[in-house]
């Protein structure tokens, strides 16, 4: 079966490190996405992996082990503005391509 | 450059009436999804159009829900006749080159569908 695994809810102050864990288990696999998305807004793009390791992108790093079926979004320097909602995504291997949507883990930034 | 548009961004709509959501790809992007989030749920994949053609309409749920993409860029999707479960967030998202690994989707902010 599919299934993603993140927690519901995370709290953190303003310029501390957080790190938002994701497990999956999905049939077939070709990379992971990570999305941030504002209530009432579209989600946006934050990272990809596809092979094992940490991929750095200025504040925000994301980390994969395939054998584990394990990620992270790694957040640093934290800022109001990133309170958001942060969907793990795994893709489908093949010709669909879908991604496979967790429920997000909901960010509070704290002053 | 002008990003995914959804029209319209609400909609509230009777049981048993129709509604026909819109998407405006960016320009250019070839493949173009629909996924729908109902409340409390995760994001589920609903069908991938590849230009005009259907790629992969697994994700829909029945036959009351029809999706087209004539002329292969801008989308509809026609809910006939809606039904309560159908309530959710309609996301449109495109991309450029279905080859590429790194296929990055740019997603619409999406179509508040509530059926009464």
């Known amino acids: 079966g599919q299934n993603i695994d993140q927690p519901t809810e995370m709290t953190a102050t303003e310029g501390a490190i957080v790190q938002i864990n994701c497990t999956y288990q999905t049939s077939g696999f070709n990379g992971l996405f990570w999305y941030q998305q504002h209530a009432g807004e579209a989600p946006t793009f934050l990272s990809y992996n596809v092979l094992d390791g940490l991929e750095e992108k200025g504040r925000f790093s994301s980390f994969l082990s395939r054998s584990k079926g394990y990620s992270y979004l790694l957040l640093k320097e934290l800022q109001m503005k990133d309170s958001a909602s942060y969907l793990c995504?795994?893709?489908?291997?093949?010709?669909?391509?879908?991604?496979?949507w967790g429920l997000g883990t909901s960010l509070a930034v704290n002053p | 450059e002008a990003g995914v548009t959804q029209f319209p961004s609400h909609s509230v709509i009777e049981k048993g009436q129709t509604v026909t959501l819109r998407c405006d790809p960016i320009?250019?992007?070839?493949?173009l999804y629909w996924y729908r989030r109902v409340m409390g749920k995760e994001i589920k994949f609903l069908l991938h159009?590849?230009?005009?053609?259907?790629?992969?309409e697994s994700g829909m749920p029945n036959n009351r829900f029809l999706a087209e993409r004539t002329g292969g860029t801008y989308s509809t999707l026609k809910v006939q006749p809606a039904e309560l479960e159908d309530s959710g967030v309609y996301f449109c998202a495109s991309s450029q080159i279905q080859g590429a690994s790194h296929e990055k989707l740019f997603f619409g902010s999406g179509t508040q569908l509530s059926v009464l």
């Open positions: 159009f590849v230009k005009e053609s259907k790629q992969d």
């Open positions: 995504a795994p893709r489908h291997a093949g010709n669909n391509r879908k991604l496979i």
């Open positions: 320009s250019g992007h070839d493949n």
